[in-house]
């Protein structure tokens, strides 16, 4: 493949921002219905949904997934990047005690909140991406309060979707999950989400050849739990729709090693049949590389044999693609044998992810999954964020946008993944070069 060059000077003229805004603020349904059948041609990005605030729900007294140890302070933060929330009224947020350089508070927001779901939902739409798979974490499920704010998120964001016109699908996300009951916690709880809170009925649940789509990601992983021949059951449970269980088009979020049984894969030589006996594989690649160089190399030892591999067995692929990533300050204070990095991998303001897009794009994919919108906790968040240091917490360290020496709006990944969704939506590769692809409509 060529090689992939990009100009340094992307965001030098203000006559480009102008031009960005009135590309961007076309109306939703420049893009196409987001509620139609399928999962090719489509852009789906991963929702976390997981924030909160105290007082926000169900007797919530914890800064979730804010804080460490629910100490609200720079010294215990769980984030890396800093929300832009100016679009939000105040109303909708939450004061931390947490304070800029210029004294003013910095405010949080909590995934309970339906006017803040709905609001992401708005900005997918604005820019052509085709909707989320909002993630469902099996080990939280067990206690009755965690699984009451699961189900609030969850109908928040099919209200969102609804009211966006985009389309929605479950991620069972197994990490942490007890390895004695994940199986039947997943059975049981699909039972609870299509029986109970009737989500597959939703007009804006993502449906494939008739089913409605169901992603588990984790089995497989080194350090995740289950059994080949137990997630074998499983997945042709769902698939079949056997046992009590709706029937699913299946997407398996697995191991970027998933076709070696190498490296992030279990070597069990039974994970072999299960990967393959998904409907759809989405390797995860998020921190599989770092540079244009390692883009290039996963391409070639991965996403190219993966693709001949899915389209012998005729199932289809999903690749992932992500912005950059930042873990340091929920990682730091762990005893590790190499300390997280902040900035570990650079956006390089836009250039990393674009080049992904380019690549894979240009080797035919049909369908991409965005991590993440909202997963400020390893700075891989799309979704609007602060691009100066100014307007970080006093005390903390963490990502800005502009830090790579851009002057980048706080929307601009999803301004390019929103660009990545029409260049996918029209069947052509985009140019290599971002700045090039600024100026092309496809």
């Known amino acids: ?4 060059l990009f100009h340094s000077r992307i965001f030098s003229s203000r006559c480009l921002v102008l031009f960005l805004f009135t590309v961007f603020a076309a109306s939703p349904s420049a893009y196409g219905a987001g509620t139609s059948e399928g999962l090719k041609g489509r852009l789906i990005v991963g929702y976390q949904g997981w924030f909160g605030c105290p007082g926000d729900y169900a007797g919530n007294a914890q800064w979730q997934h804010w804080f460490t140890g629910n100490i609200a302070d720079a010294d215990h933060l769980h984030f890396d ?5 100016s679009q939000f009224r105040p109303e909708d947020l939450c004061d931390s005690p947490l304070r800029r350089q210029d004294g003013s508070t910095v405010r949080l927001f909590s995934s309970q909140n339906e006017r803040i779901v709905a609001t992401h939902f708005q900005w997918m739409a604005k820019h052509g991406i085709d909707g989320a798979a909002v993630q469902r974490f099996i080990e939280p499920l067990s206690d009755i309060t965690n699984k009451r704010r699961s189900d609030h998120l969850l109908m928040n964001a099919k209200a969102g979707a609804e009211a966006a016109g985009r389309v929605f699908f479950i991620t069972y996300d197994v990490s942490g999950a007890n390895p004695h009951t994940v199986m039947s916690d997943i059975r049981n709880d699909w039972q609870h989400l299509v029986n109970d809170l009737k989500i597959t009925s939703s007009p804006s649940y993502l449906q494939d050849n008739g089913k409605p789509v169901l992603e588990i990601w984790g089995f497989g992983f080194k350090d995740h739990p289950g059994m080949p ?3 074998s059951e499983l997945i042709g ?3 079949e729709g056997r046992r009590g269980l709706k029937a699913a088009t299946l997407i398996g979020g697995v191991p970027a090693s998933w076709r070696t049984l190498t490296g992030d894969s279990k070597t069990e030589p039974g994970w072999a049949k299960v990967y393959r006996s998904y409907d759809v594989i989405s390797p995860w690649s998020v921190g599989r590389f770092g540079d ?3 883009i290039e190399n996963f391409l070639r030892e991965r996403v190219l044999p993966d693709m001949q ?5 005729g199932i289809g692929y999903m690749p992932v693609i992500f912005p950059g990533f930042s873990w340091w300050n929920q990682m730091r204070g762990r005893n590790f044998a190499k300390p997280a990095t902040l900035d570990q991998i650079p956006r390089q303001c836009g250039k990393f992810l674009w080049h992904q897009v380019y690549s894979l794009l240009d080797a035919r994919v049909d369908m991409l999954y965005a991590a993440m919108f909202d997963e400020v906790d390893e700075g891989t968040a799309l979704f609007p964020t602060e691009t100066g ?3 970080l917490p006093k005390g903390a360290r963490m990502v800005y946008l502009d830090e790579d020496g851009c002057s980048a709006p706080d929307d601009w990944y999803l301004q390019i993944t929103g660009m990545a969704s029409k260049f996918l939506h029209s069947h052509k590769a985009p140019p290599g070069q971002l700045n090039e692809a600024l100026n092309i409509s496809p």
């Open 1 to 4: 493949m060529q090689k992939v």
């Open 81 to 85: 990047l800093l929300p832009s929330l």
């Open 229 to 231: 021949d137990q997630v």
């Open 237 to 239: 449970d769902l698939k």
């Open 292 to 294: 244009d160089a390692g």
């Open 309 to 313: 591999e899915t389209k012998r067995l």
């Open 389 to 391: 240091e100014d307007r």
